[in-house]
């Protein structure tokens, strides 16, 4: 057992950490720090500093433009990003797409996409779920009936995840619906300027705008847009669904919002005494302290076993669960710290110079509700239960 | 032993159920909770008309009910609705107005809208920390988060008056005030106070103030059982009718078991409000508030987080009526003292 990292990995850490101090943009930083909107423009220009760098598709091989990191690098460079109160990369087109048309796509599709992806061409989105098709994908209906040198595609996406930015979608799509549900979906891209497409918002619980729905009416694309085989759309939903997911519990992000809690209630005052006083409070924040410091352990644990194997396994679905439940936890400590003053609606104080909460927290009740898709969304804490109940279990 | 509601209350609930169930329709109720003055006035005369602010008021005071359980048979009604109308100001200013023997006529139909401004941005729960000072008949501090403080008339202000609190009448338009919408919908303010001139209304108010403080913790119990018995029926409507793989999801277990562990919750829940209700203005009344409002915080969570969990993505969109549920029912927690706040006022009082 040895619990430190190499000093080549060190040296590596302090890379990222000294690239991300002198090429971060403050406003890029500060919205990031104060839960400010992400737009298209800061996420473009974002991704932009760490393509130049090289450093954007981290999960990429050298040979298609990729940093070439292992696990490590990338868990590294992912705990760096957040402690810089870097966003997130977009994942759609270069953590999702990317690594499927590495694998499936053609020599064509490789060279004209794979470029596009990592120059910021086209934006990315995912075509996954339906209003009928959620956590029971393969039931999804959207349908896509070759015509000639084109597929023509009906029916309807949910859940689209900056869906309102995107030039392209990648869906998947029933081609033949009359064998088992698994054996007749296949992987399209469609581009969405395409006529018959139509996005349409859907505003959610804390009223941000981030999902939307997509709807298909005969929408005609090549048949080349076609990604591996016809009808094998499945292996390629499974194999997304277990690349890469070592970064899934979101641990530096958790990181983060562990300092912000504790920052916050050394700042907020009750009746004299900071709340970080209040023993039921810190007992709290020290429970939740507890278990990201296990999730940490259980994180680096996945990914040595990555590491050494190649690919991660199935026990990763742990990192979702437990991940996202912590991070829950957290930002309930956020809204809780505010008590009271966590009550406005976000942007409704706005032309008033009155503060209701210390900057970067006005919208602490906002990010609680927004946070409660993490359980839900990229397969829900359910359906990872029965993943590990099938593949660890064996029951 | 009887837990049947009296045939005054109960043909108070029928009537208020019906009304609000009417008029509150969750795109109405939506419409209006988040847009200026984040309530419906032309629905509060009418709700007044139904007699639900007599109701708050002992018969003595020129009211019809006061006690614990009037009170919470019109809030679990509101509850039901996610009605946004200030009816929490007008029951925590009936109830100061009735220990200082005020004439609340005003008040009781409607005519006037009362809030009241207890917490401050350093003092939201526990009251001994208040800043707010009196000087020469004059109030200065600052209010934070006055629950229908954007659309009150007249504040009711707790204020430092030597070593005890007071409490002082202000009139809206001699306060500088900030109004908003809330997270979960309908109006707060920010109420600041510069020298205001203002009437006292309550001196030595500290035992006033505290029963106030426990009618409107049984009235946001009530309140929250209310929502929370909509979000569960709605859920196990959901998990009726949502099929994936093949069959009703509620055919599920372990999704079975969940939505039974939040029936258990909520009915503890109302266990624990009516007996704050029964104590409420008795020797013990702080105690069995605060008992109520730390185990509706909890089992507030549990509910829903659960409904969301359960429902999956819908209950997280503005389009469906779960999730303005949900926003309630968590953010009901941070008024009047939360889960924590209450418990180690439970140990205390012990």
Not at chain 1, 130 to 150: F, M, N, Q, W, Y
Not at chain 1, 332 to 359: H, Y
Not at chain 2, 48 to 67: H, K, N, Q, S, V
Request: hydrophobic letters at 40%; one cysteine or more.
């Amino acid at each position: 057992m040895d619990l430190n990292f190499t000093p080549e990995e060190e040296a590596f850490r302090q890379e990222v950490r000294d690239f991300f101090a002198e090429n971060l943009p403050d406003d890029i930083r500060d919205a990031v720090k104060n839960g400010g909107e992400l737009t298209k423009e800061i996420m473009e220009r974002y991704h932009a500093i760490l393509n130049k760098k090289g450093w954007l598709a981290t999960t990429w091989p050298k040979e298609f433009g990729g940093p070439g990191w292992g696990p490590v690098e990338r868990h590294i460079f992912d705990e760096e990003s957040c402690a810089a109160y870097a966003p997130r990369i977009v994942p759609f087109g270069l953590g999702m797409l990317g690594p499927v048309l590495q694998k499936f796509g053609s020599k064509e599709q490789q060279d004209y996409y794979l470029p596009r992806i990592l120059n910021g061409d086209d934006w990315w989105c995912q075509g996954y779920s339906e209003p009928g098709a959620g956590s029971d994908l393969a039931s999804l209906k959207t349908r896509a009936v070759k015509d000639g040198d084109e597929w023509v595609i009906n029916g309807q996406k949910t859940w689209t995840t900056l869906g309102q930015h995107a030039d392209w979608i990648f869906c998947l799509v029933r081609t033949d619906p009359d064998v088992k549900q698994q054996e007749g979906i296949s992987f399209i891209l469609v581009d969405m300027s395409t006529p018959g497409v139509e996005v349409r918002p859907i505003k959610l619980i804390e009223g941000g705008h981030e999902v939307n729905e997509v709807f298909f009416t005969d929408v005609r694309v090549p048949l080349k847009n076609l990604v591996g085989e016809e009808n094998k759309g499945w292996t390629i939903a499974k194999y997304l669904l277990t690349h890469e997911r070592t970064g899934i519990a979101g641990v530096g992000f958790s990181m983060l919002e562990l300092e912000e809690v504790k920052a916050l209630s050394k700042k907020i005052m009750r009746n004299g005494k900071p709340l970080a006083e209040d023993p039921l409070f810190a007992a709290r924040v020290a429970q939740a302290e507890i278990d990201l410091e296990a999730m940490k352990l259980t994180n680096l644990r996945m990914l040595f076993t990555a590491q050494k194997n190649g690919s991660p396994g199935p026990e990763t679905s742990i990192l979702k669960i437990k991940g996202t439940v912590i991070n829950q936890e957290l930002k309930d400590l956020r809204r809780r710290a505010l008590g009271p003053n966590a009550a406005p609606f976000p942007g409704s104080l706005s032309g008033s110079n009155l503060d209701v909460a210390p900057e970067g927290h006005a919208n602490n009740a906002a990010r609680y509700f927004n946070n409660r898709k993490t359980s839900i969304f990229g397969g829900s804490n359910e359906i990872q239960r029965n993943i590990l109940t099938k593949t660890m279990l064996g029951l | 032993m009887n837990f049947d509601l009296t045939e005054d209350r109960q043909m108070l609930q029928d009537s208020l159920r019906r009304y609000l169930g009417d008029k509150y329709q969750i795109e109405h109720r939506n419409k209006v909770a988040y847009a200026e003055p984040f309530h419906d006035p032309a629905k509060w005369g009418e709700l007044t008309e139904l007699g639900a602010l007599f109701a708050l008021a002992p018969e003595d005071a020129g009211g019809m009910g006061g006690a614990g359980f009037d009170i919470s048979v019109v809030f679990e009604e509101l509850g039901r609705v996610l009605c946004p109308e200030p009816v929490l100001g007008a029951l925590m200013a009936s109830r100061l107005m009735t220990a200082a023997g005020a004439d609340q006529e005003a008040l009781l139909s409607g005519e006037t809208r009362y809030a009241v401004g207890l917490g401050e941005l350093d003092a939201p729960y526990d009251l001994s920390g208040l800043s707010t000072t009196v000087k020469d008949g004059k109030v200065s501090g600052r209010k934070s988060v006055v629950y229908g403080g954007q659309a009150a008339d007249v504040f009711l202000i707790a204020a430092k008056d030597g070593d005890s609190l007071s409490v002082y009448e202000v009139q809206a338009s001699d306060a500088s005030v900030t109004g908003y919408a809330m997270m979960d919908g309908a109006g707060a303010a920010e109420v600041v106070l510069e020298d205001a001139p203002a009437k006292l209304l309550l001196a030595d108010a500290d035992a006033a103030i505290e029963d106030a403080v426990n009618a409107g913790v049984v009235a946001l119990c009530s309140e929250a059982v209310g929502a929370m018995d909509v979000l569960h029926k709605m859920t196990v409507e959901y998990l009726g009718q949502r099929k994936q793989f093949g069959r009703p999801i509620g055919t599920f277990q372990v999704l079975q078991h969940r939505a039974v562990d939040m029936l258990t919750e909520i009915e503890q829940s109302r266990s624990i409000v009516i007996k704050a209700a029964a104590e409420l203005g008795g020797p013990d009344a702080t105690r069995y508030a605060s008992m109520a409002k730390n185990l509706i915080g909890r089992a507030g969570r549990l509910v829903a987080e659960e409904a969301i969990q359960m429902h999956g993505g819908i209950a997280m969109t503005w389009e469906y009526p779960g999730s303005h549920y949900a926003k309630r029912i968590i953010m009901i927690d941070a008024q009047l003292g939360d889960t924590d706040y209450h418990l180690s006022r439970v140990a205390q009082v012990a």
